[in-house]
């Protein structure tokens, strides 16, 4: 992975995240582009790299872009471990099993999202939530999911490979 590549094409996500979706969307619902790109780079670059995206992207969610902390942090984590998992059965050809996946943990996210809300002592109407939360989000992941997905394969070296895959 070319650690520039990826640091500048985080920061412009973080700036389209941050600045330019606010704009362009409006309303309650956006697509999460900080979360389909922890998604995505866990997927394709192992829990290493998962990790770290999860942490950082977690943390200027949470932090800069004005969210109570942990609200994002912590279901980030957990689903890049999941991703990182799953990644290492996934090639680049499979772009219908990694759409399947970013709407999986979409959901998912959804999920462990409002389950954060709760224990933190939030009221919150779980259906909802959900409801209202879960149809615009998986429409926009799905139409997103596979343009980041390719930027996110631009990223990766040709002589990365995962531990656990030496044949390839």
Same mark, same amino acid.
């Given at each position: 992975?070319?650690?520039?590549?990826?640091?500048v094409t985080a920061f412009?996500?973080?700036?389209?995240?941050?600045?330019?979706?606010?704009?362009?969307? %409006?309303?309650?619902?956006?697509?999460?582009?900080?979360?389909? !790109? =922890?998604?995505?780079?866990?997927?394709?670059?192992?829990?290493?790299? @998962?990790?770290?995206?999860?942490?950082?992207?977690? !943390?200027?969610?949470?932090?800069?872009?004005?969210? #109570? #902390?942990?609200?994002?942090?912590?279901? $980030?984590? /957990?689903?890049?471990? /999941?991703?990182? $998992?799953? %990644?290492? $059965?996934?090639?680049?050809?499979?772009?219908?099993?990694?759409?399947?996946? =970013?709407?999986? @943990?979409? #959901?998912?996210?959804?999920?462990?999202?409002?389950?954060?809300?709760?224990?933190? %002592?939030? &009221?919150?109407?779980?259906? *909802?939530?959900?409801?209202?939360?879960?149809?615009?989000?998986?429409?926009?992941? %799905?139409?997103? *999911?596979?343009?980041?997905?390719?930027?996110?394969?631009k990223l990766r070296r040709?002589?990365? &490979?995962?531990? #656990?895959?030496? !044949?390839?």
């Amino acid at each position: 992975m070319r650690k520039l590549a990826c640091l500048v094409t985080a920061f412009v996500v973080f700036i389209l995240q941050g600045s330019v979706l606010p704009f362009l969307f %409006g309303g309650v619902t956006q697509p999460n582009l900080i979360f389909l !790109f =922890v998604v995505l780079m866990s997927l394709h670059h192992g829990k290493k790299v @998962a990790i770290y995206t999860a942490l950082l992207g977690g !943390f200027a969610q949470d932090v800069v872009l004005g969210n #109570f #902390f942990g609200i994002h942090l912590l279901p $980030y984590l /957990i689903i890049a471990c /999941i991703a990182s $998992y799953i %990644g290492q $059965y996934i090639e680049e050809e499979q772009w219908l099993l990694t759409l399947l996946v =970013v709407l999986a @943990a979409t #959901f998912l996210d959804l999920v462990l999202t409002c389950l954060v809300l709760l224990v933190s %002592g939030q &009221y919150i109407n779980i259906i *909802a939530y959900l409801v209202e939360f879960s149809v615009p989000m998986l429409i926009y992941h %799905g139409i997103l *999911a596979l343009p980041v997905d390719h930027l996110v394969w631009k990223l990766r070296r040709k002589e990365m &490979y995962y531990s #656990f895959a030496d !044949f390839r």
